[in-house]
């Protein structure tokens, strides 16, 4: 079936450095692909999404390209503050999946001042 | 618009009593679904709905029941707390499309404690 795969945390990064969350995916035909976030004692929050092989979504500084050939949608950032500690869930969804989200365990960041 | 509301945030429980978790959206959105989540752990599917009269187990359900007799309304219900039911739950809702506006959006979540 249909499956989510993120690297696991913590996460831990100073402020100023480079982001990479690694996910991968396993799905069939094509889904759409998502970034959700969740900051400490709320609920999730949609940062970014894909629909489609080569999208590219962004919000908030963040970026993820929908890479269909290597079946990745990695999360960057060029340079994270220490607002940017909170858990990112990577999802995906199909018509196969009867429209439910297909989740990632979910990988938590620390920023460190 | 409100989006996805939830209440109670916060409940305590004793085994064995019984309540519902309300969950409401005022986007006209077809698909609603529960979840739960514990601490470590991504979210787990406890029940969804595709449309008003229409519900689905996920991957969690055994202990709640739900129901959808509007589109607007999604209620979670604990027949029979037990300690294992501790956890957050969040209600969530989106379009039934696979197309660009396929996102889900979440309510704040409901801490839920059983003791």
């Known amino acids: 079936g249909d499956s989510v795969t993120q690297m696991e945390g913590p996460v831990t990064l100073s402020e100023e450095a480079f982001l990479t969350i690694n996910c991968t995916y396993t799905a069939t035909g094509y889904p759409s692909l998502f970034w959700y976030v969740q900051y400490p004692g709320e609920g999730l929050q949609l940062l970014l999404k894909a629909t489609k092989a080569d999208d590219k979504g962004s919000n908030k500084g963040f970026e993820a390209t929908y890479r269909k050939e290597t079946t990745s949608f990695h999360l960057e950032k060029g340079s994270v503050q220490v607002s940017d500690s909170a858990v990112y869930f990577c999802?995906?969804?199909?018509?196969?999946?009867?429209?439910?989200?297909?989740w990632g365990a979910g990988t938590k960041l620390i920023i460190k001042p | 618009n409100a989006g996805v509301t939830q209440t109670p945030k916060f409940q305590v429980l004793k085994t064995g009593q019984s309540m519902t978790l309300q969950c409401a959206q005022d986007m006209n959105h077809e698909y609603m679904s529960w979840y739960r989540q514990d601490p470590g752990m991504g979210l787990r599917l406890i029940h969804y709905?595709?449309?008003?009269?229409?519900?689905d187990q996920g991957e969690v359900p055994n202990g709640y029941n739900v129901s959808r007799s509007t589109t607007e309304d999604f209620p979670l219900r604990l027949l029979s707390a037990a300690p294992s039911q501790t956890s957050v739950y969040f209600c969530a809702s989106s379009y039934r499309t696979s197309g660009s506006r396929n996102e889900q959006f979440f309510g704040p979540g409901t801490r839920l404690t059983v003791l």
């Open positions: 709905s595709v449309g008003a009269g229409i519900t």
């Open positions: 999802a995906l969804r199909t018509l196969g999946s009867n429209y439910q989200l297909i």
